[in-house]
């Protein structure tokens, strides 16, 4: 009977952890929705850059998402976290280790005392070890601690989750912009081509008479303007490309262009979503996550001020 009480008390205190357990907080939201719920889901799901309708932009955005440097470190920085949530996770189960030794010895034979028949000489000795332990999860703290890990590890995941929406928005800005320069430059050309054309018929009138000196000067003034725009749009458009580059995971080089600035369809985005998307969002989830192992570890913290249970076991063997 008694030992029956005692089983059932060790049972009572594995059920409890100290320690909080995590709540969200209450956040006031409005109860309705004012546009249907399925296109709302529809328009947080979708791969919205395919909006606007550019193979070479979406091409752009895939090489991405396989290429670039910072979404790689973001990955293997979640298989870390993967291995330290198994590591934490195995606490629950009974801990093993075993090691072994062996050696050879030779005795000098001769001298006054002579060694008798039955010994053998060389000889040979072997010895192994097991041992064995088990820590019971009396105040909870490896169940803290495995809560952490894996608050950690979704927390991780969210960061890369982040990293991509981060790395898809500034690739197809990029790209947009680029594709701005490429019409700010289509415009300077022939603005200068303009300007040159006046410039040479004032060139004339000014040769026969018609205006003045004056009136030649401002007109080479605004072509020589014109012209001196043309280089800087062309470093600027460099400047885009080296920097577009660099988020596919590529030298700096040309990028290539699909459709104009003009062609471009823009992306339709209904209103009064509701504001449930937010908790979508990766860096809101990564927050709570990260409150979440907080939240574990003041549990596992507090588990420190009491006794570990952990039987042991230990089995040496010797051969000779």
Not at 59 to 83: F, H, P
Not at 109 to 123: D, F, K, L, T, V
Not at 245 to 266: F, H
């Amino acid at each position: 009977m008694k030992t029956i009480i005692i089983i059932l008390a060790i049972l009572t205190l594995v059920g409890c952890a100290l320690g909080p357990d995590y709540r969200r907080p209450d956040i006031t939201s409005p109860s309705g929705w004012r546009v249907q719920p399925d296109e709302a889901q529809d328009v947080a799901n979708t791969a919205w850059w395919e909006q606007f309708q550019d193979s070479v932009l979406t091409d752009l955005i895939q090489t991405a998402l396989r290429e670039n440097y910072d979404l790689k470190i973001a990955s293997a920085r979640v298989e870390q976290y993967v291995g330290q949530y198994w590591i934490a996770r195995s606490g629950f189960f009974p801990q093993i280790s075993a090691a072994g030794s062996g050696g050879r010895q030779k005795i000098t034979e001769g001298g006054p005392n002579p060694m008798a028949e039955s010994i053998r000489n060389p000889s040979a000795i072997y010895q192994g070890a097991f041992n064995g332990s088990w820590e019971i999860d009396v105040w909870g703290r490896l169940r803290r601690t495995t809560e952490a890990a894996r608050a950690d590890l979704l927390s991780t995941e969210e960061g890369r989750r982040a990293v991509i929406l981060t790395l898809v928005t500034t690739v197809a800005n990029s790209y947009i912009n680029l594709r701005d320069l490429d019409r700010q430059l289509e415009i300077a050309i022939d603005t200068a081509r303009s300007r040159e054309a006046s410039y040479k018929l004032f060139s004339l009138r000014f040769e026969a008479g018609i205006v003045s000196e004056l009136e030649l000067s401002q007109v080479k003034s605004e072509y020589e303007q014109a012209m001196a725009r043309v280089p800087l749009i062309r470093k600027q458009i460099a400047q885009q490309e080296n920097g577009l580059s660099v988020l596919l995971g590529r030298n700096p080089g040309q990028i290539a262009r699909g459709k104009t600035i003009d062609e471009l369809v823009l992306p339709v985005i209904p209103e009064g979503l509701p504001s449930d998307l937010l908790e979508r969002r990766p860096d809101i989830r990564q927050a709570e996550q990260e409150l979440i192992a907080a939240n574990a570890r003041i549990g596992a913290a507090k588990a420190l001020y009491f006794p570990t249970i952990s039987p042991t076991a230990a089995m040496v063997f010797l051969a000779a």
